[in-house]
């Protein structure tokens, strides 16, 4: 499967069914409406504060935290986010084993990163939350840090360019064990 969809107000979605995201390229896209610069808080955040990710909007700017091991790679945008409707993201691609995370408002790009780390075996235990962080957090925020816009949709479209390291996955699955 290589898209979902996931609405505002929904539940707890455990790591095991959520979008694999290790080791491809992947694009996370978010159906907003900013009521203005206060707007803040988490789109989406998969993982707790040892391991994941999230996105969300912190100073009216769109943030992208990977947090590898409690080492956080962060993309803030170039630009505040506008009021309005809004479609919010980040595309990371894989490429030359790089990992190349762009920043999108409205589909253009607005900053990013580009790091050798990335998700290769694991991320985290916690899963996934839409619209809030329900863990110990990801990022640099106090948890639940709900987001105050109104969020209609979060989709992920991921690619078919996975290239996991067998062994490692094969041993954290059987770490959970």
């Known amino acids: 499967r290589n898209t979902f969809v996931f609405h505002a107000g929904m539940g707890h979605v455990p790591?095991?069914?959520?979008?694999d995201?290790?080791?491809?390229?992947?694009?996370?896209?978010?159906?907003?409406?900013?009521?203005?610069?206060t707007t803040e808080g988490v789109l989406i955040a998969h993982g707790d504060m040892t391991c994941g990710y999230s996105l969300y909007i912190k100073d009216n700017r769109l943030t992208y935290d990977?947090?590898?091991g409690g080492v956080h790679h962060?993309?803030?945008?170039?630009?505040?986010?506008?009021?309005?409707?809004?479609?919010?993201?980040?595309?990371?691609?894989?490429?030359?084993?790089r990992n190349l995370a762009t920043l999108l408002i409205d589909g253009q790009?607005?900053?990013?990163f580009d790091e050798q780390?990335?998700?290769?075996?694991?991320?985290?235990?916690?899963g996934l939350d839409i619209g809030r962080d329900r863990s110990s957090p990801v990022s640099h925020y106090e948890a639940p840090f709900a987001f105050t816009g109104k969020l209609r949709k979060v989709t992920f479209v991921l690619d078919?360019?996975?290239?996991l390291d067998a062994k490692a996955a094969a041993a954290a699955t059987l770490a959970r064990e």
């Open 15 to 19: 790591t095991d069914v959520a979008p």
């Open 109 to 112: 790009p607005a900053g990013g």
């Open 74 to 97: 962060i993309a803030v945008s170039d630009r505040p986010v506008p009021a309005g409707n809004r479609l919010l993201g980040l595309r990371m691609r894989r490429e030359k084993g």
């Open 21 to 37: 995201v290790r080791s491809r390229t992947y694009t996370i896209e978010a159906d907003v409406q900013i009521a203005g610069a």
């Open 66 to 68: 990977m947090n590898i």
């Open 117 to 126: 780390m990335g998700f290769v075996s694991f991320i985290s235990w916690s």
């Open 160 to 163: 078919d360019d996975q290239a």
